[in-house]
C-alpha cells in the first residue's frame, strides 16, 4: 500500500509540475511542434500511470473543462470534465484491489499549434494484488486536444471497439497484435 500511496502522490506531483512548467515568461515558452509532441508523449505517461494508481484527480487534470468523451461502454456521451470525473471514480472503485495497466501502441499524432490529434490503440490489463495479469482488452482512442497555457488537454476523447458481423459482440483483442 505504502508504494501505491508514493505513486499515487508521484503522480500528483508530476502533473502538479508539468502544468507548472507551462506558466513560464512567454520567452521561455515553447509552442514548437517537437515541444507539443514532447506534451503528447508526457501525457500518455500521465494517463497510465494515474490509471495504475486508481488517482481520478491526477487522471482528470488531463482533460479539458470542456471535455465530451464518447467511451465505449454503456453511456453515450459524458459532457465536462465534472461528470467524467464521476465516472472514472466509479471505473476506479469497481477495480476493487485490482489494478489497471494501461499501454499504447500504433500511436499516430497529427500536431498544431492549438489544436491536436492523436489516436492509439490502448490496452487495459487487470493486475491481481500478486502483480498476475488477469485479463486484458483493446479499445481504439482517439483524443482531440486543445493547447491552452500551453499545455494540450484532451476536448474530445473518443473510445471503440469493432463489432463482429455475425454475433454483433464487440471484438476486444487485435488478431494476431494480443
Not at 502522490?9 to 509540475?17: K, S
Not at 511542434?33 to 491526477?58: C, G, P, T, W
Not at 502483480?131 to 474530445?156: F, V, Y
Request: hydrophobic share 40%; charged share 20%.
Amino acid at each position: 500500500m505504502l508504494v501505491a500511496r508514493v505513486l499515487c502522490h508521484g503522480i500528483q506531483l508530476a502533473v502538479h509540475c508539468y502544468i507548472a512548467s507551462c506558466h513560464c515568461a512567454p520567452e521561455q515558452r515553447g509552442n514548437s511542434v517537437s515541444d507539443i509532441e514532447k506534451s503528447l508523449e508526457q501525457i500518455l505517461e500521465l494517463y497510465k500511470a494515474a490509471v495504475l494508481a486508481k488517482d481520478a484527480q491526477a487522471f482528470i487534470r488531463l482533460y479539458d473543462p470542456a471535455v465530451r468523451v464518447f467511451d465505449t461502454w454503456g453511456i453515450w456521451s459524458y459532457e465536462g470534465a465534472e461528470v467524467w470525473q464521476r465516472a472514472v471514480e466509479g471505473w476506479f472503485t469497481s477495480l476493487g484491489t485490482e489494478r489497471c495497466k494501461v499501454g499504447f501502441a500504433d500511436v499516430k499524432m497529427s500536431i498544431g499549434k492549438e489544436f491536436s490529434i492523436l489516436s492509439a490503440i490502448v490496452t487495459y490489463a487487470a493486475i491481481a494484488p500478486s502483480g498476475e495479469t488477469l485479463r486484458s482488452m483493446q479499445n481504439r482512442i482517439s483524443w482531440g486536444l486543445k493547447t491552452s497555457g500551453h499545455m494540450p488537454r484532451i476536448l474530445h476523447e473518443h473510445t471503440s471497439a469493432p463489432v463482429g458481423f455475425e454475433d454483433m459482440k464487440a471484438i476486444l483483442q487485435r488478431p494476431g497484435k494480443g
